[in-house]
């Protein structure tokens, strides 16, 4: 069965500095990942989303994702994070459900909290 | 440009009691999805479905029950509140699965007292 492994519950960061949230997945089978951001109070959003081709995916907001599948991960980075960058972010997968339908298995979260 | 509306976005309820919850979508979308989100276990699906008339159990189905009567709606009904239902609820849709994204709604704060 597929699964969802984000690595860190919490990430503190100060504003302008580089992040990496990290996500790890088990899957026998090819995979489609993605990355969704909650900002409070509000639903999860769209960031980017991993296919096929390149490994290395970009997304909304300035972030990027490298998907690397030697080691099953698809983690998050940004090169520069601002206040408005704080919220949640939650890595998903595709699985296959019983009937034949592809669902979205998620992550526990990250939540990210960028300090002045 | 509405996406997915979901109704209310709190409620507060007895043990016991009973409620629906409303999703709507305004995208054509023929998939769509019920999750709770509870804290440290991201998002669990409860109910899906894939097409107007047609519903399938998700992760965490037990005490809850779904209806897709119309394409756009979406109704999460609980018949008996109990505690552990205390959850944030989030309905989501989507053009297809796998490799379509989902949109989703802000959620329903939902407490059970």
């Known amino acids: 069965a597929q699964s969802v492994t984000q690595l860190d519950s919490q990430v503190p960061v100060f504003e302008e500095a580089p992040v990496e949230l990290r996500c790890n997945y088990s899957?026998?089978?090819?995979?489609?990942l993605f990355w969704y951001v909650q900002y409070p109070n509000q639903g999860l959003q769209l960031l980017l989303k991993?296919?096929?081709?390149?490994?290395l995916v970009k997304g909304i907001n300035g972030f990027e994702a490298e998907f690397n599948k030697s080691q099953t991960s698809f983690h998050l980075r940004k090169p520069s994070v601002h206040i408005s960058d704080t919220a949640e972010y939650f890595c998903?997968?595709?699985?296959?459900?019983?009937?034949?339908?592809?669902?979205?298995?998620f992550g526990a979260g990250t939540r990210l909290a960028v300090h002045p | 440009n509405a996406g997915v509306t979901q109704t209310p976005k709190f409620r507060v309820l007895k043990t016991g009691q009973s409620m629906t919850l409303l999703c709507a979508q305004d995208?054509?979308?023929?998939?769509m999805y019920w999750y709770r989100q509870d804290p440290g276990m991201g998002l669990r699906l409860i109910h899906y479905?894939?097409?107007?008339?047609?519903?399938a159990k998700g992760e965490v189905p037990d005490g809850y029950n779904v209806s897709r009567l119309k394409k756009q709606n979406f109704l999460l009904g609980l018949e008996s509140a109990a505690p552990s239902q205390t959850s944030v609820y989030f309905c989501?849709?989507?053009?297809?699965?796998?490799?379509?994204?989902?949109?989703f709604g802000d959620g329903t704060r939902l407490s059970i007292l």
């Open positions: 479905s894939v097409g107007e008339g047609t519903t």
């Open positions: 995208m054509n979308h023929e998939y």
């Open positions: 991993y296919l096929s081709g390149s490994t």
């Open positions: 989501a849709s989507s053009y297809s699965a796998g490799i379509q994204p989902q949109h």
């Open positions: 899957s026998s089978v090819s995979v489609y």
């Open positions: 998903a997968v595709t699985a296959m459900f019983s009937g034949g339908y592809n669902k979205l298995i």
